[in-house]
């Protein structure tokens, strides 16, 4: 089946720093990306809609400036999670959606630790 | 935003017995989703519904488009112990490919041997 793939798995960085996150669809052109924040026992929250060759569209109360979302390809999203704290420690998911079936598959997962 | 009312939030079962979840909304959704977490991973697709009324099995998982749009449920027979994990239900309201996924909070399961 289709494969979407996140990278880092899991990450550590201080309060201060940015980090990067990459969502990749391996085998299929991804026309629409979704990220989504999940805290510990907690449901998927969505951040953001993320389309190829345009601006991501923000769900209320998510600060773009502050969770960046480049959609470059058709095969790769990232997001920059910039001057981290504490509080934004937590397990970003992406989705992809296939371009010609709609469906959507999901990545692995970023565990974001910020110290 | 908007989630989804899963019940139960949690349950222990034992190995062989069927377990019944389900997921409502206060708001219509015309395509209803089951996914299945296991911890540190994302979620996986289990079954998905499209019609109102539709009844749809995949292997021991049996789910439900409820009549009225607005819930949800999904069966498991003879749970085994790799059933464990977290169940979500997830709608979406369009048909189009931009359409977003409403999440529900979740049924988290453990089953005893």
């Known amino acids: 089946g289709a494969v979407v793939s996140q990278h880092p798995s899991w990450v550590i960085c201080k309060s201060g720093t940015s980090v990067k996150i990459e969502c990749r669809s391996l085998d299929f052109q991804a026309t629409t990306m979704f990220w989504y924040r999940q805290f510990p026992k907690q449901s998927l929250m969505l951040m953001a809609t993320s389309n190829e060759g345009s601006k991501a569209t923000y769900e209320q109360g998510v600060e773009k400036d502050k969770f960046l979302i480049n959609h470059a390809s058709l095969t790769l999203s990232t997001l920059t999670v910039t001057s981290a704290h504490p509080e934004d420690s937590s397990f970003y998911i992406c989705?992809?959606?296939?371009?010609?079936?709609?469906?959507?598959?999901f990545g692995e997962g970023s565990r974001l630790t910020v110290l | 935003g908007q989630q989804l009312n899963q019940s139960p939030q949690s349950m222990f079962i034992q190995e062989g017995e069927d377990v019944s979840m389900n997921c409502t909304s206060s708001s219509i959704f015309n395509t209803w989703l089951w996914y299945k977490q296991d911890p540190g991973e994302g979620p996986v697709l289990l079954i998905a519904l499209y019609k109102a009324g539709e009844l749809t099995s995949n292997g021991r998982l049996t789910a439900q488009f409820g009549i009225t749009r607005k819930d949800s449920f999904l069966n498991i027979s003879a749970s085994i112990p790799s059933d464990v994990g977290i169940y979500f239900c997830a709608g979406q309201k369009g048909p189009g490919t931009a359409s977003k996924l409403t999440f529900g909070t979740g049924t988290r399961l453990q089953v005893t041997l």
């Open positions: 989705s992809a959606r296939q371009g010609h079936t709609g469906e959507l598959f």
